[in-house]
């Protein structure tokens, strides 16, 4: 039982290209978000999908988009790296959107040049 | 106003002693909230959650809830230099009820 795995741990992107993040959970879990973590920010929710075949914005989802792929798998996706998206990403999964323990995956670090 | 706010710190304790970390929340519809560790480099893991009024218990662990007040506190006794870590606070909110986390509180436990 691996719960959220995460890939890459690690990227370096230069301004302007592309990459998909991907998330999946073994938990049977309804719901899976994804976060960014910068600095003194804390965790800002990107986008979230409540169920499967249903994905919404969160707080912060200019320049990005997803895909919930099927129950296990949810994508996201930066069309045109900008400096500004240098951050940390993290996938969570939890049972239902409401009053559910969230379970999160390692991260992964992105670094746009 | 932020919907969950946390003292960002830091806050250091000498070892053996009671860590108090504080969380307010703005939304009043807010029925669970949500306590989870962070150390440096790691993802956040849940502590503790709790969803009525008053003290919650879990071994070194107290989450207290004031809803009235719309305060959340966690509380850490006999700190230990292995509790130094990160601790956000979070809460549901929001027209879809997702969870919205504070800024995290830096906590160091000096041996």
């Known amino acids: 039982n691996a719960g959220v795995t995460q890939t890459p741990k690690f990227q370096v992107l230069k301004t302007g290209q592309s990459m998909t993040l991907q998330c999946a959970q073994d938990m049977n879990h309804n719901s899976m978000y994804w976060y960014r973590q910068d600095p003194g920010m804390g965790l800002r929710l990107i986008y979230y999908s409540a169920s499967e075949g249903t994905t919404d914005k969160g707080e912060v989802p200019n320049g990005y988009n997803v895909s919930r792929l099927n129950k296990r798998e949810f994508s996201l996706r930066l069309e045109s790296a900008a400096p500004s998206q240098t951050s940390v990403y993290f996938c969570?999964?939890?049972?239902?959107?409401?009053?559910?323990?969230?379970?999160f995956g390692p991260g992964t670090r992105l670094l746009v040049l | 106003q932020k919907e969950v706010e946390q003292n960002s710190g830091p806050l250091s304790v000498p070892e053996g002693a009671i860590a108090s970390l504080n969380c307010t929340y703005s939304?009043?519809?807010?029925?669970?909230f949500f306590w989870y560790r962070q150390y440096s480099g790691k993802s956040p893991e849940l502590i503790m959650f709790i969803y009525s009024n008053g003290d919650k218990e879990d071994g070194r662990f107290t989450a207290q809830l004031n809803k009235a007040s719309q305060y959340v506190s966690l509380l850490i006794r006999d700190s230990q230099p292995s509790d130094s870590a990160t601790y956000l606070c979070a809460a549901p909110s929001g027209s879809a009820r997702q969870l919205t986390f504070g800024s995290g509180t830096q906590l160091t436990v000096l041996p």
């Open positions: 939304d009043r519809g807010s029925q669970s």
């Open positions: 969570a999964s939890s049972g239902n959107m409401y009053q559910e323990t969230q379970y």
